[in-house]
């Protein structure tokens, strides 16, 4: 059969890469791809972004499920779009996916529901903003309600930072529609974790557990960034805290939506903190929900997946997930994004990409910000490639990831040295 795949991220060659590898999986698109995708055997992209064009395309070309990996298509309705046509997707619909696309619909859900969170208060007038973070003091989050693609946090750790995020916000319009109303809230010390599951509606499927690295430099120095690598399974996640996230957050979540009358199917990772302390009482609040697999998170969750990937597709859109096997790889999986030249802010794009191994079992060069062109792979957005290993313990895995990484070159390139040493630590 054929299939789409929605998307032109790491995460999304990612997805494209293991569901080729499904014997019933004749060829994937991808809408709109990237370079590794463009290159990959059995996979083409298509240059279509618009839901209804993509439902036409599905209809002309037979294809029989699509996999929505960004969050902008489904904050535009592409999964309501495709069900009215009778297509199958997995996604969550445009009102489910406000789990995302709004951080005030998030977070007032999350206070009905009990789910533990930051507690916070909604702004659009600036000065209840400034007056807010002068009662409340430093840090202080301030958040833009709507999607900014990553841009949208800050973390502040002194006043001027807070009320500069809010004149930029709210006065200024620096992130538009998105930053016209800002969630202001309490600032949570901890490690976070990333915490995904599938969702059909009613049955819950979760991942394997994963960490991001969301500052550009080692040590967790220097600006916010989509992410610049993920490792799994992350051990903060021990058993105990799994069954908690399961019990405090992830079941009211899915319990909620359906009793608010706006049931959950695609995927939902949950950002989180988890505090100091003991497994059994150490706080646990969700940071965010997205309604999407992490990126770079599923570059190294997917390494580690054994099963046929699309036959949990299919359950998830059945409504059957509670039939679903899921078998994880034991070994440790983690990935190294390679960012180009000024990334976050500007990222300079058309360098040169040089040294890509061809795919190993045991390391995959996914790619995100690559385009051929001119008979060169070249880069074409701020995140470029997540070199993703699978070896039998954390430092292992390190080591060929970052064999690999030494190996490409673009002018520019960015990494960070340290991926994964959260969980070397708890070694
Ligand atoms: P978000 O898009 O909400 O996940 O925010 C991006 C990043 O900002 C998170 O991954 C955290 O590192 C940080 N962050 C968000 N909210 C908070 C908070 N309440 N306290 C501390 N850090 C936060
Ligand atoms: N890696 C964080 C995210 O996908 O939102």
Not at 30 to 52: E, F, I, Q, W, Y
Not at 155 to 174: I, K, W, Y
């Amino acid at each position: 059969m054929k299939l789409l795949v929605i998307g032109s991220g790491g995460r999304e060659h990612a997805l494209a890469w293991r569901l080729l590898q499904s014997p019933r999986v004749a060829h994937v698109f991808v809408a709109p791809g990237n370079g590794g995708t463009a290159t990959m055997a059995r996979s083409t992209n298509v240059a279509l972004s618009d839901p209804a064009a993509l439902a036409d395309f599905v209809k002309k070309e037979g294809i029989t499920l699509t996999v929505v990996g960004p969050e902008a298509p489904l904050a535009l309705g592409v999964v309501d779009t495709f069900r009215a046509q009778g297509l199958k997707i997995f996604g969550p619909t445009q009102a489910a996916a406000q789990l995302e696309s709004s951080k005030d619909f998030a977070k007032v859900f999350m206070v009905r529901h009990q789910i533990p969170t930051a507690a916070y208060q909604t702004f659009t007038d600036p000065i209840a903003a400034h007056a807010y973070i002068e009662a409340q003091g430093v840090p202080i989050v301030v958040k833009a309600d709507g999607l900014a693609a990553g841009k949208g946090v800050v973390v502040a750790l002194t006043s001027g930072e807070a009320h500069d995020a809010v004149d930029a916000m709210l006065g200024d319009g620096s992130l538009g529609a998105a930053g016209a109303r800002v969630v202001i809230e309490e600032c949570l010390l901890g490690e976070e974790a990333s915490f995904i599951i599938l969702c059909d509606g009613k049955n819950i499927l979760p991942l394997a557990t994963s960490q991001d690295h969301k500052r550009l430099q080692d040590a967790d120095q220097g600006p916010n960034t989509g992410g610049m690598g993920a490792y799994s399974p992350a051990p903060v996640v021990s058993a105990a805290i799994h069954a908690r996230v399961m019990r405090e957050v992830i079941t009211p979540t899915i319990e909620g939506m359906k009793a608010d009358g706006i049931p959950f199917t695609g995927f939902l990772y949950a950002g989180l903190m988890i505090g100091d302390g003991d497994d059994a009482t150490r706080p646990i609040k969700v940071l965010e929900f997205n309604c999407r697999l992490g990126d770079p998170e599923t570059q190294p969750i997917l390494m580690r997946l054994r099963s046929d990937f699309l036959e949990i597709f299919e359950h998830g859109v059945a409504g059957t997930l509670n039939q679903a096997e899921v078998e994880w790889d034991p070994r440790t999986a983690l990935g190294v994004v390679m960012a180009s030249a000024n990334y976050p802010a500007t990222p300079r794009l058309g360098d040169a990409i040089s040294g890509i191994p061809a795919a190993q079992p045991d390391c995959v060069v996914f790619h995100a910000g690559t385009v051929a062109k001119n008979g060169e792979l070249q880069t074409s957005g701020g995140r470029v490639l997540c070199v993703t290993a699978l070896a039998d313990n954390v430092r292992a895995t390190q080591q060929r990831a970052y064999d690999v990484v030494k190996s490409i070159n673009f002018d520019g390139a960015q990494y960070r040295t340290d991926i994964g040493w959260r969980a070397l630590e708890k070694k």
